[in-house]
């Protein structure tokens, strides 16, 4: 069973998260939020699978909750996905970097927020369909200029390759179709990597990608 959080200032916009997401047989929504600080507070009573945290809230923001979340080594179960109105939110990035381990805009398709759910609880989720890959590049670049990384000397060649395509926004699917392994090989490969980095999931080894350079903005063509 997935647990889930909802952390909304708008009573309106939890109302339709918990209808949604309470209709699903292997969901259940366990408690709602309408500050950052009730969230944080919240997490650490319920721990939750799954955090719905939007953005922009009363008493600590989105940002600020996330952040206290993924520090608190208690949590460490706690995925924290950010939610926001604007698809080119200025805190994409930040979010991500904070430890947020995806990224939806509240008018998601309600099969793309089911699917986003269960994905980033295995592990798998980004961003929503709408922040494209060439997004994640463009507020990579403007978070600072890539420094050389000596966590990356622990990882095999192909561990490197396989995190360079992942920071380009590839499945393991497609990551197994581009090398020519099995989509298992190439979430074993993607795993060792998070786990040598000390990166929480996928979303943080996309930033770690970018951050030592072994991904640049502009490579998506």
Do not use: C
């Amino acid at each position: 069973m997935i647990r889930v959080l909802l952390a909304d200032d708008q009573s309106l916009v939890r109302a339709g998260f918990r209808a949604l997401l309470g209709a699903q047989p292997d969901i259940k929504v366990v408690g709602e939020a309408a500050d950052g600080a009730q969230a944080v507070v919240m997490v650490r009573e319920l721990r939750p699978g799954i955090v719905l945290m939007d953005i922009r809230m009363p008493v600590l923001d989105g940002l600020a909750a996330a952040r206290r979340i993924t520090d608190d080594k208690d949590l460490d179960g706690v995925k924290v996905v950010m939610l926001t109105t604007f698809e080119l939110d200025e805190y994409v990035f930040e979010a991500i970097r904070s430890g947020a381990s995806g990224f939806l805009v509240k008018d998601t398709e309600p099969e793309e927020l089911l699917r986003a759910v269960r994905a980033v609880v295995a592990g798998d989720a980004l961003l929503s369909p709408g922040v494209t890959r060439r997004l994640i590049a463009e507020f990579a670049a403007r978070s600072k200029e890539p420094s050389a990384d000596p966590d990356l000397a622990q990882l095999t060649d192909r561990e490197r390759e396989v995190m360079a395509l992942v920071g380009l926004g590839l499945s393991n699917d497609e990551i197994a179709g581009r090398l020519v392994v099995s989509p298992l090989t190439a979430k074993t490969h993607v795993s060792r990597a998070m786990v040598k980095l000390g990166a929480r999931d996928r979303a943080q080894l996309v930033v770690l990608a970018y951050e030592s350079g072994l991904v640049r903005p502009g490579w998506l063509g």
